[in-house]
């Protein structure tokens, strides 16, 4: 029997109409190719756990879905594709169709399951404090800060880490345009003083 959580339930029926059927399917797809998956909310979205660690998660957003796999980097050798279009991997979901075939998917969270399955269970590595390499700001960041001051202002108060979060997303885009637009995004949430991960805060 699946391990469901009434979080999850409340989360989908909130979703905006269009994200309900979107949800309930990759719901029922992750439980059935992991039939001891179990479900919670962390970070104020839906995550499915296998094995005590996070296998993949889910969200909706006001115009589209996301779903992603935790371990996503190691997954390449599987031929997980990703798209940088959205949160996740796979890109901004608008309606089913959008989502790989069953067989597909079913072959993917697979993947992600031996991933969290001992003795390939890998570790996170562990940082130091202050061992981290700074991450130059973009001289495109830089531009665009300059002519927004409130923007400005509030990238210059923050924590370094938060000011991380912001640099790592921009750094980390690899097409120019996934680049220009996450740029975008950047000044005008920090023009309204917020955090890289502000729809997260509180919940």
């Keep these: 029997m699946a391990t469901t959580d009434k979080r999850v339930d409340a989360y989908i029926a ?8 979107i949800l309930e399917q ?3 797809r992750v439980h059935a ?3 001891d998956v179990e479900e919670a909310i962390k970070w104020g979205f839906p995550n499915f756990v296998y094995e005590g660690a996070v296998l993949c998660n889910m969200a909706a957003f006001k ?3 996301a779903f992603g796999f935790w371990k996503a980097k190691l997954l390449g050798e ?3 594709k990703v798209s940088e279009d959205a ?4 890109g901004r979901i608008t309606s089913v169709k959008d989502l790989p075939g069953k067989a597909e998917f079913a072959r993917l969270v697979k993947a992600a399951m031996k991933l969290n399955e001992a003795p390939t269970r890998v570790a996170r590595p562990v940082t130091k404090p202050g061992t981290r390499k700074p991450i130059p700001v973009p001289a495109e960041l830089k531009a665009a800060l300059a ?3 409130r923007a400005r202002k509030t990238f210059e108060a923050f924590a370094p880490s938060h000011r991380r979060e912001y640099l790592e997303w921009i750094t980390e885009a690899k097409r120019v345009e996934t680049r220009a637009k996450r740029i975008a995004q950047t000044i005008e949430w ?13 919940c």
Excluded: D, I, T, V
């Design 33 to 35: 190719a992991c039939p």
């Design 63 to 65: 115009q589209h879905c």
């Design 78 to 80: 599987a031929g997980l």
């Design 26 to 28: 990759l719901r029922a």
């Design 87 to 90: 949160m996740g991997q796979m």
């Design 190 to 202: 920090l023009a309204e003083g917020k955090q890289r991960n502000w729809k997260y805060q509180g």
């Design 147 to 149: 002519k927004n001051a």
């Design 14 to 21: 909130k979703s905006a109409p269009f994200a309900q059927p």
